[in-house]
């Protein structure tokens, strides 16, 4: 088993266990994770940090506008605290892939990874 695969098979028991999620699109999860490249092997850079100002802006400005093509609102503000709420304040594995993945499905851009 690849590198990926096993990174994969870690982010759907993590959905599926401390996130509680039923259903994972693991289609949509692996697309997301490889547009990640390999910062998705880089211990600091696979994970994201919600109390730090400057990643929420750099994961609002690269991800949610330039990558998802979202406008620059306080929807995306919000999209972010709900995300980093539902990942959870006391985890501290907020993997990018996983928090990449709930962004897109919260704010219904699952089309840009078609």
Same mark, same amino acid.
């Given at each position: 088993?690849?590198?990926?695969?096993?990174?994969?098979? +870690?982010?759907? $028991?993590?959905m599926k266990g401390k996130l509680?999620?039923?259903?994972?699109?693991?289609?949509?999860?692996?697309?997301?994770?490889?547009?990640?490249?390999? *910062?998705?092997? =880089?211990?600091?850079?696979?994970?994201?940090?919600?109390?730090?100002?400057?990643?929420?802006? =750099?994961?609002?400005?690269?991800?949610?506008?330039?990558?998802?093509?979202? $406008?620059?609102? $306080?929807?995306?503000?919000? $999209?972010?605290?709900?995300?980093?709420?539902?990942?959870?304040? *006391?985890? =501290?594995?907020?993997? =990018?892939a996983i928090f990449y993945y +709930?962004?897109?499905?919260?704010?219904?851009?699952?089309?840009?990874?078609?």
């Amino acid at each position: 088993m690849s590198k990926f695969d096993e990174a994969i098979e +870690l982010y759907t $028991a993590e959905m599926k266990g401390k996130l509680k999620m039923s259903r994972v699109d693991v289609d949509l999860l692996t697309k997301v994770a490889k547009g990640l490249g390999p *910062s998705l092997y =880089r211990k600091d850079a696979a994970k994201v940090a919600c109390s730090n100002k400057d990643e929420m802006d =750099r994961v609002k400005k690269n991800f949610l506008i330039k990558k998802l093509g979202c $406008a620059d609102t $306080a929807k995306l503000d919000d $999209a972010l605290k709900d995300v980093c709420t539902q990942m959870g304040s *006391s985890n =501290r594995n907020k993997y =990018r892939a996983i928090f990449y993945y +709930l962004l897109v499905k919260k704010m219904k851009k699952s089309k840009v990874y078609a």
